[in-house]
């Protein structure tokens, strides 16, 4: 019962090339049989010739289709020995009994000169195609094992990847919402413009994660959008500036990367509560490569922030090792008064 669905299986990895590849071996296999016959004077018997194909071609694929991969792969190396080595002697003793009982001894006669000869010619091309089979199936194995677990590991980066990109910083979403909360309740005119600029950024959040890049021009967007939510806490406006510049159009970077920087920022920010306060980011690129810095004043009295589930730089970093490995780099400068960050990641393709 377990040999069909492992033969299956195996059937199923091989392509119509190599199909067509093992195809073209046989057959030249085969007439070179039939070529030697004749060479050697002895005539090409059809009994001979399928005797021997049925007991390469049976013991070949037999081995390496379902053998290997049931005894040998499975460490059981005494069962796979013992089967093997009964299909060879099997296999020598079908070849010399078609020679011997139906063929006179023909093959012997005119080339080998005696039965122990060609005795020991079969027993060393069973061997052969049997070492040959195991050779190629365990390496065959092996390589699809490692394209098995590299596709695994892609797919398990990809759905991490997905997961960090959907964290939007709590903190920042809960003041968002304390705040429409507030304008709601004295009816101020600036709640529905609030509450559509929170529904674009989560969209945008939502959507993006299942891109694997975005255009730099789709990120500043919706920094700009980030930024135009956050000044509607207050009634006058705050200092934050955002500049960008370079060859920004058509290039693409890993999705809301930048967004997350600035959201950081923003979480880190004394602004609200600063009159001297303020936030700096700036955008440059250059040729392939992306260069981002967000600066801000702080006060280290409101670094309870951080203890509120924040995701912030740790997720980013975790997003950048994923996405880019050692081609990008973030450094962080935190002072008591100041906070900065500095981006550096190539353009995707």
Same mark, same amino acid.
């Given at each position: 019962?377990?040999?069909?669905?492992?033969?299956?299986?195996?059937?199923?990895?091989?392509?119509?090339?190599?199909?067509?590849?093992?195809?073209?071996?046989?057959?030249?296999?085969?007439?070179?049989?039939?070529?030697?016959?004749?060479?050697?004077?002895?005539?090409?018997?059809?009994?001979?010739?399928?005797?021997?194909?049925?007991?390469?071609?049976?013991?070949?694929?037999?081995?390496?289709?379902?053998?290997?991969?049931?005894?040998?792969?499975?460490?059981?190396?005494?069962?796979?020995?013992?089967?093997?080595?009964?299909?060879?002697?099997?296999?020598?003793?079908?070849?010399?009994?078609?020679?011997?009982?139906?063929?006179?001894?023909?093959?012997?006669?005119?080339?080998?000169?005696?039965?122990?000869?060609?005795?020991?010619?079969?027993?060393?091309?069973?061997?052969?195609?049997?070492?040959?089979?195991?050779?190629?199936?365990?390496?065959?194995?092996?390589?699809?094992?490692?394209?098995?677990?590299?596709?695994?590991?892609?797919?398990?980066?990809?759905?991490?990847?997905?997961?960090?990109?959907?964290?939007?910083?709590?903190?920042?979403?809960?003041?968002?919402?304390?705040?429409?909360?507030?304008?709601?309740?004295?009816?101020?005119?600036?709640?529905?413009?609030?509450?559509?600029?929170?529904?674009?950024?989560?969209?945008?959040?939502?959507?993006?994660?299942?891109?694997?890049?975005?255009?730099?021009?789709?990120?500043?967007? &919706?920094?700009?959008? #980030?930024? +135009? @939510?956050?000044?509607?806490?207050?009634?006058?406006?705050?200092?934050?500036?955002? /500049? !960008? %510049?370079?060859?920004?159009?058509?290039?693409?970077? &890993?999705?809301?990367? #930048?967004? +997350? @920087?600035?959201?950081?920022?923003?979480?880190?920010?004394?602004?609200?509560?600063? /009159? !001297? %306060?303020?936030?700096?980011?700036?955008?440059?690129? &250059?040729?392939?490569?992306?260069?981002?810095?967000?600066?801000?004043?702080?006060?280290?009295?409101?670094?309870?922030?951080?203890?509120? %589930?924040?995701?912030?730089?740790?997720?980013?970093?975790?997003?950048?090792?994923?996405?880019?490995?050692?081609?990008?780099?973030?450094?962080?400068?935190?002072?008591?008064?100041?906070?900065?960050?500095?981006?550096?990641?190539?353009?995707?393709?």
């Amino acid at each position: 019962m377990t040999i069909i669905p492992n033969i299956n299986s195996a059937i199923k990895h091989y392509s119509w090339q190599t199909i067509a590849l093992h195809g073209a071996v046989w057959l030249g296999i085969l007439i070179s049989f039939i070529g030697m016959q004749t060479f050697n004077g002895a005539s090409p018997s059809l009994l001979r010739t399928m005797v021997v194909m049925v007991c390469a071609v049976g013991g070949y694929y037999g081995n390496t289709l379902f053998l290997v991969n049931h005894y040998f792969e499975t460490k059981h190396y005494l069962a796979y020995t013992t089967i093997v080595v009964s299909i060879i002697i099997l296999s020598t003793a079908l070849n010399y009994a078609a020679e011997s009982l139906f063929l006179g001894g023909e093959m012997w006669h005119k080339f080998f000169v005696e039965p122990r000869r060609f005795i020991v010619a079969v027993l060393w091309v069973s061997v052969t195609i049997t070492l040959v089979g195991l050779l190629t199936t365990t390496q065959r194995n092996r390589r699809r094992s490692e394209s098995e677990t590299q596709e695994l590991l892609l797919r398990h980066n990809e759905a991490q990847m997905q997961f960090l990109r959907a964290q939007i910083n709590p903190h920042f979403l809960f003041n968002t919402l304390n705040n429409i909360y507030s304008l709601a309740v004295v009816q101020s005119p600036q709640t529905a413009p609030m509450i559509m600029r929170l529904s674009r950024l989560l969209r945008y959040s939502i959507y993006t994660t299942q891109k694997p890049s975005v255009s730099i021009q789709e990120e500043i967007a &919706e920094i700009h959008e #980030l930024i +135009a @939510l956050f000044q509607l806490r207050s009634e006058e406006p705050m200092n934050i500036t955002f /500049t !960008a %510049g370079g060859e920004i159009h058509g290039r693409q970077i &890993e999705p809301m990367i #930048l967004f +997350a @920087l600035v959201e950081n920022c923003l979480k880190h920010s004394d602004i609200t509560h600063n /009159t !001297a %306060g303020f936030i700096a980011i700036h955008l440059a690129v &250059e040729g392939e490569t992306v260069y981002f810095s967000t600066l801000n004043t702080k006060d280290n009295s409101n670094a309870q922030k951080d203890a509120v %589930g924040g995701v912030g730089l740790h997720n980013i970093r975790q997003r950048l090792a994923l996405k880019y490995a050692d081609r990008a780099a973030l450094a962080i400068h935190d002072t008591e008064t100041h906070f900065e960050a500095r981006l550096t990641i190539p353009v995707l393709l």
